[in-house]
Protein backbone atom coordinates (compact mmCIF):
# COMPACT_ATOMS: atom_id res chain seq x y z
CA UNK A 1 0.00 0.00 0.00
CA UNK A 2 1.56 2.92 -1.13
CA UNK A 3 1.02 6.26 1.02
CA UNK A 4 3.08 8.48 -0.92
CA UNK A 5 2.62 8.25 -4.88
CA UNK A 6 4.46 9.92 -7.75
CA UNK A 7 2.47 8.67 -10.84
CA UNK A 8 5.11 9.65 -13.13
CA UNK A 9 8.22 7.50 -13.95
CA UNK A 10 9.78 10.16 -16.44
CA UNK A 11 9.32 13.45 -17.26
CA UNK A 12 11.40 15.19 -20.56
CA UNK A 13 11.58 19.25 -20.75
CA UNK A 14 13.35 21.72 -22.63
CA UNK A 15 16.00 23.84 -21.19
CA UNK A 16 14.44 27.26 -19.94
CA UNK A 17 10.56 25.52 -19.71
CA UNK A 18 9.20 24.76 -16.60
CA UNK A 19 9.23 21.66 -14.85
CA UNK A 20 6.28 20.31 -13.03
CA UNK A 21 6.74 16.79 -10.77
CA UNK A 22 3.71 16.00 -9.16
CA UNK A 23 3.07 13.55 -6.04
CA UNK A 24 -0.43 12.36 -4.16
CA UNK A 25 -0.33 10.87 -0.80
CA UNK A 26 -3.01 8.94 1.38
CA UNK A 27 -1.98 9.14 4.80
CA UNK A 28 -3.94 12.45 6.28
CA UNK A 29 -1.42 12.18 9.04
CA UNK A 30 1.30 13.25 6.72
CA UNK A 31 1.98 16.99 7.96
CA UNK A 32 5.41 17.46 6.53
CA UNK A 33 6.59 17.51 2.98
CA UNK A 34 10.11 16.92 1.23
CA UNK A 35 11.54 16.66 -2.01
CA UNK A 36 14.94 15.16 -2.70
CA UNK A 37 16.87 14.89 -5.58
CA UNK A 38 18.87 12.30 -6.22
CA UNK A 39 21.86 12.00 -9.16
CA UNK A 40 23.22 8.50 -10.14
CA UNK A 41 25.32 6.47 -7.63
CA UNK A 42 24.46 9.11 -4.81
CA UNK A 43 22.67 9.72 -1.96
CA UNK A 44 19.35 12.02 -2.03
CA UNK A 45 20.15 15.78 -1.40
CA UNK A 46 17.43 17.79 0.08
CA UNK A 47 15.78 20.37 -1.91
CA UNK A 48 12.77 21.40 -0.48
CA UNK A 49 10.05 21.08 2.11
CA UNK A 50 6.60 22.51 2.91
CA UNK A 51 4.63 22.58 6.20
CA UNK A 52 0.91 21.49 6.08
CA UNK A 53 0.16 25.19 7.27
CA UNK A 54 1.53 26.46 4.15
CA UNK A 55 0.44 25.92 0.49
CA UNK A 56 3.04 27.35 -1.28
CA UNK A 57 7.21 27.54 -0.34
CA UNK A 58 9.62 29.25 -2.83
CA UNK A 59 13.32 28.29 -2.96
CA UNK A 60 15.01 30.49 -6.06
CA UNK A 61 13.72 28.41 -8.96
CA UNK A 62 11.96 25.56 -7.02
CA UNK A 63 8.71 25.81 -5.23
CA UNK A 64 6.43 24.06 -3.83
CA UNK A 65 2.82 23.61 -3.99
CA UNK A 66 0.91 21.71 -1.64
CA UNK A 67 -2.93 21.18 -1.72
CA UNK A 68 -4.45 19.73 1.59
CA UNK A 69 -7.87 18.55 0.25
CA UNK A 70 -6.54 17.15 -2.63
CA UNK A 71 -3.92 15.30 -1.03
CA UNK A 72 -1.58 16.26 -3.50
CA UNK A 73 1.29 18.14 -3.58
CA UNK A 74 3.79 19.57 -7.29
CA UNK A 75 7.72 20.74 -7.42
CA UNK A 76 7.67 23.55 -9.96
CA UNK A 77 11.45 24.16 -11.23
CA UNK A 78 11.49 27.55 -13.52
CA UNK A 79 13.93 27.64 -15.63
CA UNK A 80 14.42 24.14 -16.20
CA UNK A 81 18.35 23.80 -16.62
CA UNK A 82 20.26 20.48 -17.90
CA UNK A 83 22.14 20.13 -14.44
CA UNK A 84 18.37 19.71 -12.85
CA UNK A 85 17.91 15.93 -14.79
CA UNK A 86 18.23 13.50 -11.84
CA UNK A 87 15.54 11.47 -9.88
CA UNK A 88 13.57 13.34 -7.84
CA UNK A 89 11.41 11.82 -4.63
CA UNK A 90 8.51 13.34 -2.83
CA UNK A 91 8.53 12.16 0.88
CA UNK A 92 6.12 12.69 3.82
CA UNK A 93 6.07 12.45 7.65
CA UNK A 94 4.36 12.99 10.57
CA UNK A 95 5.36 15.80 12.59
CA UNK A 96 3.37 14.30 15.50
CA UNK A 97 5.46 11.61 15.70
CA UNK A 98 8.01 14.03 16.95
CA UNK A 99 10.46 12.54 14.59
CA UNK A 100 11.71 12.14 10.95
CA UNK A 101 10.79 8.39 9.70
CA UNK A 102 10.25 9.77 5.80
CA UNK A 103 7.87 8.04 3.33
CA UNK A 104 9.39 8.34 0.02
CA UNK A 105 7.46 7.81 -2.94
CA UNK A 106 9.35 6.32 -6.25
CA UNK A 107 10.33 9.09 -8.08
CA UNK A 108 9.86 10.43 -10.98
CA UNK A 109 13.69 11.02 -13.56
CA UNK A 110 13.87 14.37 -14.99
CA UNK A 111 15.48 14.92 -18.33
CA UNK A 112 15.96 18.64 -19.32
CA UNK A 113 17.56 18.63 -22.67
CA UNK A 114 19.60 21.93 -24.26
CA UNK B 1 32.94 19.71 6.37
CA UNK B 2 32.78 15.74 5.87
CA UNK B 3 29.27 14.40 4.83
CA UNK B 4 27.62 11.28 5.81
CA UNK B 5 29.73 7.80 4.17
CA UNK B 6 29.04 4.63 4.08
CA UNK B 7 31.12 1.32 3.62
CA UNK B 8 31.21 -0.65 1.23
CA UNK B 9 29.93 1.18 -1.71
CA UNK B 10 29.39 -2.29 -3.21
CA UNK B 11 28.67 -5.50 -1.87
CA UNK B 12 28.12 -9.23 -3.93
CA UNK B 13 27.43 -11.99 -1.94
CA UNK B 14 25.84 -15.62 -2.21
CA UNK B 15 22.70 -16.63 -1.02
CA UNK B 16 22.48 -17.54 2.82
CA UNK B 17 25.89 -15.12 3.60
CA UNK B 18 25.67 -12.69 6.52
CA UNK B 19 26.80 -9.21 5.02
CA UNK B 20 27.45 -6.06 7.54
CA UNK B 21 26.64 -2.58 6.21
CA UNK B 22 28.61 -0.24 7.96
CA UNK B 23 27.19 4.30 7.89
CA UNK B 24 29.12 6.83 9.48
CA UNK B 25 26.91 9.90 10.04
CA UNK B 26 27.77 13.35 10.04
CA UNK B 27 29.64 14.36 13.55
CA UNK B 28 27.53 15.51 15.53
CA UNK B 29 24.30 14.28 14.73
CA UNK B 30 22.42 12.70 16.88
CA UNK B 31 19.33 11.06 14.68
CA UNK B 32 20.03 8.13 12.10
CA UNK B 33 18.21 6.24 9.49
CA UNK B 34 18.65 3.74 7.42
CA UNK B 35 16.50 2.80 4.39
CA UNK B 36 16.64 1.03 1.48
CA UNK B 37 15.54 1.11 -2.38
CA UNK B 38 15.17 -1.83 -4.22
CA UNK B 39 15.02 -1.91 -7.96
CA UNK B 40 12.31 0.18 -9.17
CA UNK B 41 11.26 1.30 -6.07
CA UNK B 42 10.95 4.66 -3.63
CA UNK B 43 12.86 4.51 -0.54
CA UNK B 44 12.01 2.45 2.18
CA UNK B 45 12.43 2.73 6.10
CA UNK B 46 14.15 0.67 7.69
CA UNK B 47 14.97 1.74 11.25
CA UNK B 48 15.75 4.41 13.25
CA UNK B 49 18.46 5.85 16.20
CA UNK B 50 18.64 8.77 18.13
CA UNK B 51 21.88 8.31 19.90
CA UNK B 52 22.54 4.52 20.31
CA UNK B 53 18.78 3.61 21.10
CA UNK B 54 16.24 2.71 18.44
CA UNK B 55 13.07 3.74 18.74
CA UNK B 56 11.58 2.85 15.65
CA UNK B 57 12.55 -0.67 14.34
CA UNK B 58 8.94 -0.96 12.34
CA UNK B 59 10.84 -1.00 9.04
CA UNK B 60 13.12 -4.09 9.47
CA UNK B 61 11.61 -6.80 6.87
CA UNK B 62 12.07 -9.56 8.75
CA UNK B 63 14.13 -11.01 12.21
CA UNK B 64 17.40 -11.53 9.77
CA UNK B 65 17.60 -7.82 9.88
CA UNK B 66 19.16 -6.09 12.87
CA UNK B 67 21.36 -2.91 13.81
CA UNK B 68 23.28 -1.20 16.09
CA UNK B 69 24.83 1.84 16.85
CA UNK B 70 27.93 2.63 19.41
CA UNK B 71 29.33 5.68 20.83
CA UNK B 72 26.21 7.82 19.29
CA UNK B 73 27.78 7.26 16.39
CA UNK B 74 28.72 4.49 13.49
CA UNK B 75 25.63 2.41 12.88
CA UNK B 76 26.23 -1.34 11.57
CA UNK B 77 23.28 -2.89 9.68
CA UNK B 78 23.31 -6.81 9.72
CA UNK B 79 21.60 -9.06 7.15
CA UNK B 80 21.94 -12.71 7.92
CA UNK B 81 21.08 -15.66 5.72
CA UNK B 82 20.96 -13.08 3.14
CA UNK B 83 17.88 -14.09 -0.06
CA UNK B 84 17.95 -12.51 -3.35
CA UNK B 85 14.92 -10.14 -2.28
CA UNK B 86 17.40 -8.43 0.11
CA UNK B 87 19.50 -6.97 -3.07
CA UNK B 88 18.99 -3.36 -2.88
CA UNK B 89 20.73 -0.03 -2.32
CA UNK B 90 21.07 0.17 1.47
CA UNK B 91 21.35 4.06 2.61
CA UNK B 92 21.72 5.94 5.69
CA UNK B 93 20.81 9.35 6.21
CA UNK B 94 21.77 11.21 9.99
CA UNK B 95 20.26 14.57 11.12
CA UNK B 96 20.79 17.00 14.20
CA UNK B 97 18.69 16.86 16.45
CA UNK B 98 16.46 14.27 15.25
CA UNK B 99 12.95 16.52 14.99
CA UNK B 100 10.97 15.71 12.37
CA UNK B 101 11.27 18.54 10.32
CA UNK B 102 15.59 18.37 10.57
CA UNK B 103 16.73 17.58 7.24
CA UNK B 104 17.96 14.65 6.88
CA UNK B 105 21.61 14.04 5.00
CA UNK B 106 22.19 11.09 2.56
CA UNK B 107 25.38 8.99 2.52
CA UNK B 108 25.91 7.31 -1.17
CA UNK B 109 24.53 4.07 -0.32
CA UNK B 110 25.73 0.27 -0.37
CA UNK B 111 24.65 -1.47 -3.05
CA UNK B 112 23.69 -5.18 -2.03
CA UNK B 113 23.85 -7.94 -5.04
CA UNK B 114 22.76 -11.52 -3.49
CA UNK B 115 23.74 -13.87 -6.17
Known amino acids: DQQVKQNSPSLSVQEGRISILNCDYT??????FLWYKKYPAEGPTFLIS?????DKNEDGRFTVFLNKSAKHLSLHIVPSQPGDSAVYFC?????????????FGKGTMLLVSP | GAGVSQSPSNKVTEKGKDVELRCDPI?????LYWYRQSLGQGLEFLIY????????KSGLPSDRFSAERTGGSVSTLTIQRTQQEDSAVYLC?????????????FGPGTRLTVL
Open chain 1, 27 to 32: NSMFDY
Open chain 1, 91 to 103: AASAISSGYSTLT
Open chain 2, 93 to 105: ASSFPGLSTDTQY
Open chain 2, 27 to 31: SGHTA
Open chain 2, 49 to 56: FQGNSAPD
Open chain 1, 50 to 54: ISSIK
